[in-house]
């Protein structure tokens, strides 16, 4: 089991920044990709970002150039660097860790922009 601790999501203004982070604990051995997903009331979970463990990355169209995801493996922590934020950023926002026999989340937390 993996358990997962997220944290730095809040309110900010339209312009603003926040960074998420989120610590992996319990069976970290053989964590693959980490990665950012987020979900708005009636509408599917939709992948953010994407970080491989060599640190590749990969974003949604709609956050590239703004949002910045990063790794430290030694702490098995992965962050979402969110700049120029947007009402429509506005969601609950949750990591992942995938591993060979399955992914886990996070319990998510509350990102709000206000305009």
């Known amino acids: 089991q993996v358990q997962l601790v997220e944290s730095g999501g809040g309110l900010v203004q339209a312009g603003g920044s926040l960074r998420l982070s989120c610590a992996a604990s319990g069976s970290i051995f053989s964590i693959n990709a980490m990665s950012w997903y987020r979900q708005t009331p009636g509408k599917q979970r939709e992948l953010v970002a994407r970080i491989t463990p060599g640190g590749r990355t990969n974003y949604a169209d709609s956050v590239k150039g703004r949002f910045t995801i990063s790794r430290d493996n030694a702490k098995n922590t992965v962050y979402l660097q969110m700049n120029s934020l947007k009402p429509e950023d506005t969601a609950v926002y949750y990591c992942?860790?995938?591993?060979?026999?399955?992914?886990?989340w996070g319990q998510g937390t509350q990102v709000t922009v206000s305009s």
């Open positions: 992942n860790v995938e591993k060979l026999r399955g992914d886990y």
